[in-house]
């Protein structure tokens, strides 16, 4: 399974995995062998058919490389929860994971030993930009966003937005803390990352911002430790890897 992935991935290395979700060439139960009981059960719990593809083809995706990486079968991996939610690897020689995944696009995000994490985002989202804006940027945030012009505001609400879902998904923070607390300095223009500051995270500061490069109409960012030595991002489209995990 999933012969184009490397056959193991290293300290200090972020191996990323982005794959098309499309309902209209693939169906949720192509990937069902794949997953778990509680995760079919799960799946089922979904009621539109798209929720249900994303997340069978994830867990799908996660468990062929994991385990390909751990030497085992598939349904061998027992997938945990910690207390804030975060999933995680029981026996795991110290790979962490994290996935995301919106309209027409997932990716999943691999390291060792260092927590990180990923957000993708449609642009064509249909969204109030001004409201949300209000209740999860900083004034400094808001201003940037209206900085630019009309074309370049929903980018820019964007890339915000997933810079900070990344950090809370990176951090396992979530919903529990005020979004406006967390400043973030975007990945834009010719920088090479972002940063971020959370008042009560020391650890914060030695977080980077990576905006990673995926199909139009999608913005997708990486938070990984400073640390990091590599990013290796794979893409995939629908059929390509359906043939990768089923045949």
């Not at 799960?42 to 990486?69: G, I, N, P, Y």
């Not at 929860?81 to 997932?106: C, D, M, Q, V, W």
């Not at 990352?193 to 995926?214: P, V």
């Not at 590599?230 to 489209?237: E, H, K, Q």
Request: with cysteine; aromatic share 8%.
């Amino acid at each position: 399974m999933l012969q184009n992935i490397p056959d193991t991935i290293k300290k200090g290395e972020i191996i990323i995995l982005v794959f098309e979700i499309d309902s209209t060439q693939e169906k949720w139960s192509d990937y069902d062998k794949i997953i778990s009981r509680n995760e079919k059960n799960k799946a089922h719990e979904f009621q539109h058919l798209d929720d249900r593809l994303s997340f069978t083809k994830c867990r799908s995706v996660l468990r062929s490389t994991l385990s390909k990486w751990l030497n085992c079968n598939p349904n061998e991996i027992n997938i945990i929860h910690r207390e804030n939610g975060k999933p995680y690897l029981e026996h795991s020689k110290g790979i962490e994971f994290n996935i995301t995944h919106t309209k027409g696009l997932a990716a999943i995000a691999f390291s060792i030993d260092s927590e990180i994490g990923i957000d993708v985002e449609n642009l064509n989202r249909e969204i109030n930009l001004e409201q949300v804006a209000k209740k999860v940027f900083t004034t400094s945030e808001q201003s940037l966003i209206d900085s630019n012009n009309q074309n370049d505001k929903k980018r820019m609400f964007y890339r915000l937005w997933t810079s900070k879902e990344s950090y809370l998904k990176a951090t396992g923070l979530g919903l529990r803390v005020d979004p406006r607390k967390i400043s973030v300095d975007p990945p834009i223009e010719n920088k090479k990352h972002g940063t971020l500051k959370y008042d009560n995270d020391l650890k914060s500061d030695r977080l980077r911002l990576i905006e990673l490069k995926c199909p139009d109409p999608h913005i997708m960012t990486l938070c990984a430790p400073e640390t990091s030595k590599s990013i290796n991002t794979l893409f995939f489209n629908s059929r390509a890897l359906a043939n990768l995990l089923l045949f």
